[in-house]
T-cell receptor
Framework: DGGITQSPKYLFRKEGQNVTLSCEQN?????MYWYRQDPGQGLRLIYY???????QKGDIAEGYSVSREKKESFPLTVTSAQKNPTAFYLC????????????FGDGTRLSIL | SQELEQSPQSLIVQEGKNLTINCTSS?????LYWYKQKYGEGLIFLMM?????EEKSHEKITAKLDEKKQQSSLHITASQPSHAGIYLC?????????????FGKGTKLSVIP
């Protein structure tokens, strides 16, 4: 079955450490996205990519980095510069073209030790 | 202030009752998307509305788009425990970047058997 796979489901980070969240899709979607969700808050866009080897900052990109070397993969690195990284991270993908719905993975919960 | 307001923030209903969730935008909508999320999981796409007056249904869930009010309503008929979860609306705004969605904070629905 086609879908979006995020791993790991739970992740713990020590102070000063970078961590990478994985997102893989087999839906053949060109566009991929990373969101952050905090309790009681809506989703906030971190980065998005419309095509391989290209990506744009979203509303809260500071302290995060991404790469898009393959169509299927869009990993997110939470760097030590991100001072408040504890959150639920969601990856999504969509067909390119305006007003196409985004489809989401099951999320990764990141906590600080 | 929030671009996309959802109301109510939370809702507790008895099984079998009908309910409505609203999503109001402060800007002109280009598209409106409804998602459902269970705690700690990803978002499940329900419906997409693009034109004023458009109405779509999925099982016992109906969504409408009121272009004049820049508002969408999600109506659940004869609620069941399986309807419990967080309902989020996402909006596409023209000129915001074709692929970006702005999300509301969500409405938490509990259904009491």
């Amino acid at each position: 079955d086609g879908g979006i796979t995020q791993s790991p489901k739970y992740l713990f980070r020590k102070e000063g450490q970078n961590v990478t969240l994985s997102c893989e899709q087999n839906l053949n979607h060109d566009a991929m996205y990373w969101y952050r969700q905090d309790p009681g808050q809506g989703l906030r866009l971190i980065y998005y990519s419309q095509i391989v080897n290209d990506f744009q900052k979203g509303d809260i990109a500071e302290g995060y980095s991404v790469s898009r070397e393959k169509k299927e993969s869009f990993p997110l690195t939470v760097t030590s510069a991100q001072k408040n990284p504890t959150a639920f991270y969601l990856c999504a993908s969509s067909i390119t073209g305006q007003r196409q719905p985004q489809h989401f993975g099951d999320g990764t919960r990141l906590s600080i030790l | 202030s929030q671009e996309l307001e959802q109301s109510p923030q939370s809702l507790i209903v008895q099984e079998g009752k009908n309910l409505t969730i609203n999503c109001t935008s402060s800007k002109t909508l280009y598209g409106l998307y409804w998602y459902k999320q269970k705690y700690g999981e990803g978002l499940i796409f329900l419906m997409m509305l693009q034109k004023g007056g458009e109405e779509k249904s999925h099982e016992k869930i109906t969504a409408k788009l009121d272009e004049k009010k820049q508002q969408s309503s999600l109506h659940i008929t004869a609620s069941q425990p399986s309807h419990a979860g967080i309902y989020l609306c996402g909006a596409a705004y023209s000129g915001a970047g074709s692929y970006q969605l702005t999300f509301g904070k969500g409405t938490k629905l509990s259904v009491i058997p």
